[in-house]
């Protein structure tokens, strides 16, 4: 767990955060079941669940919540939306992230 200066840290209750500013840029059909997001004011991103305000807040940088819609956006978690054949568990996913993980972090010599 990291505390920051201002007391701001990982799994911190979101209640503490505010209440306002919060975001729903998934909302959909869910039943009221959402991420919500909010941008700090050191630019860091607390998510929480919709349904669990007061609830856990974690806390991620740009940079984090970017590789993470980059990732969702180039199918690299549909398998978790996929129902599991029953006794297979594939680390293919797991294997595709860190080459993209493992790619970004190489130095360009273009």
Known sequence: MTITDGGIYNGMPASELGEMGWERPWSG?????CVEMKRLTDGRVAVRQSTDPAGPALIYTPEEIGAFVTGVKNGLADHMT?????????????????????????????
């Open 82 to 110: 996929a129902p599991e054949p029953s006794g297979s568990r594939t680390a293919t996913p797991r294997a595709q992230l860190q080459a993209a993980q493992a790619a970004r972090a190489a130095p360009s010599f273009t």
């Open 29 to 33: 059909t869910s039943g009221g079941q």
